[in-house]
């Protein structure tokens, strides 16, 4: 078992003041992968101080300088993409495709960044006043299990373009990805208290973040129950807040899509990174003259996809992260049962020869209706909800029957009545006939799915505060 013992704080590797220690499995097999010892809310405080004290000279560099740390940070994370793979796939369990994929989006996001700030004008004239944008200053990122490396790459990238400095609070589940990922970090020479990271738990090191005066953003990605902790906690100095919370997004197949072609898209969407994602369209809409098709097709393709070691390239589902988001799971497939829906493939229990793992198998319910648990909670696994409908305003009146608003996907035969579709959604994203990857594109969600966006020019934004200037070329 390796022990991690050590936080970044102020462009050192330091010894933690909290003593308390966690104890992590690999989510594959069950052994015994590490033991963290956690920050605490002193370790917040120094982070801060850092971070503080380092403000003052990256907000009054020059966009030139940024942009040469950005391609530093690039340079180091991409550098190092088999040691965060091995990482990731020891300690989340992610299939190989998915890994592979977050660790390049992880490194892209600081050369995406970089793009931004090249043509990003910090100054506009607005009538007769001259707007300035500019940085908040420290900057809280609270990031989540499911996508280390993304997140915390993702939300320094704009951070730094902004010159604002971090305080990153990992998840404690991550703590090994995280420890690699520093090392990677702090290889791209930055100046010393530009970003601090410290692996605590929320309530500690996390809510110290929260509560702490010198602090000006959070930027979280998390559950929607802590958004909610973090959103009321952020008020009482008058935080900005970006939460990119839950979600329980609709697929909705309409009646003249070609239903063999879509069908592996929609599995695809709902069981991606294992199901473990905030975006899976985790509820099918389907007409209710095409639901024998669709019940035949998803549960023929759910049962398609191989379960078992993140390693084999075959492998489409991981393990659940950890033994509590089995039983989690588990739960909710037992749920579904007593609720009534018609099981069509998977199931409770672990699949044949994989009980060591935290492994599930893939679940299709059918005859669904969106008043059941499973078809408004976030499971956060491969659990399929097929609810069917008549008509077309039905199928948007269901997809938007819900208290989540993060993403959604639609497929017709028809673009023209796909996109009038997905206009009439309320989600942040609507993918429409396909899967994309569009970083510049603004992602976050109405409703209960967060407060804010990420990405591109909104997610620049969200770190920087308009500054109007008025009679800026008057004498007395």
């Known amino acids: ?36 010892r956690l920050a605490d809310e002193t370790d917040a405080q120094r982070a801060i101080a850092a971070a503080k004290a380092a403000y003052p000279a990256l907000s009054g560099s020059s966009r030139e300088q940024r942009m040469d740390t950005l391609q530093r940070l690039h340079d180091a994370v991409r550098e190092g993409e088999h040691e965060l793979i091995e990482a990731m796939l020891d300690e989340y369990g992610g299939p190989l495709a998915t890994t592979t994929g977050t660790v ?59 010159g604002s400095t971090a305080v990153i609070k990992p998840s404690e589940m991550s703590a090994m990805q995280t420890a690699v990922l520093t090392g990677l970090l702090h290889r791209a020479g930055l100046p010393p208290g530009v970003f601090n990271i410290i692996t605590g738990r929320g309530d500690t090191a996390g809510a110290e973040i929260v509560r702490h005066p010198d602090v000006a953003k959070i930027s979280f990605t998390g559950s929607t129950a802590v958004g909610k902790a973090i959103a009321r906690g952020a008020v009482e100095t008058m935080k900005r807040v ?55 097709l998803a549960a023929a393709e759910m049962s398609r996809l191989k379960v078992g070691d993140p390693r084999d390239p075959a492998t489409r589902i991981g393990p659940m992260v950890s033994r509590r988001q089995w039983e989690r799971v588990q739960h909710y497939i037992r749920l579904g049962l007593e609720e009534g829906a018609e099981l069509l493939v998977g199931g409770e229990g672990k699949p044949q020869g994989l009980e060591a793992g935290n492994f599930v198998r893939p679940t299709v319910f059918a ?42 996907y639609v497929f ?17 994203r609507v993918f429409v006939n396909g899967l994309y990857d569009e970083p510049l594109a603004p992602f976050g969600g109405f409703r209960q799915s967060g407060l804010g966006r990420e990405f591109g020019i909104h997610g620049l934004e969200a770190y920087l ?11 007395l």
């Open 412 to 428: 017709s035969g028809d673009v023209a009545r796909a996109n009038r579709v997905a206009s009439q959604i309320v989600a942040g």
């Open 104 to 162: 390049r989006r992880a490194a892209a996001s600081f050369a995406v960044a970089k793009e931004l700030l090249a043509g990003y004008d910090f100054v506009r004239q607005l009538g007769s006043a001259r707007v300035q944008m500019v940085p908040l200053g420290v900057a809280g990122l609270v990031t989540p299990w499911n996508a280390n490396y993304s997140f915390i790459c993702g939300k320094l990238a704009m951070a730094i373009a902004s």
């Open 367 to 408: 005859n669904v209706h969106n008043g059941m648990a499973i078809a408004r909670e976030e499971i956060f696994g491969p659990v399929l909800s097929i609810i069917s409908y008549r008509t077309e305003e039905e199928a948007v009146q269901i997809a938007n029957d819900t208290d989540y608003g993060l993403h959604a």
């Open 465 to 475: 505060e308009p500054k109007a200037i008025m009679g800026y070329e008057t004498t």
């Open 1 to 36: 078992m390796k022990t991690i013992d050590h936080l970044y704080i102020n462009g050192e590797f330091v010894t933690p003041h909290g003593s308390e220690f966690m104890e992590f499995a690999n989510p594959s097999t069950g052994a015994p992968l590490t033991r963290v």
């Open 242 to 296: 970006t939460l990119e919370l839950g979600g329980k997004s609709p697929t909705v197949l309409l009646d003249d899509a070609n239903f063999e072609k879509a069908m592996p898209l929609a599995i695809a969407a709902a069981t991606f990174n294992s199901g473990q994602a905030c975006l899976a369209g985790t509820r099918l809409l389907v007409p209710l003259h095409r639901l024998d098709d669709a019940k035949r």
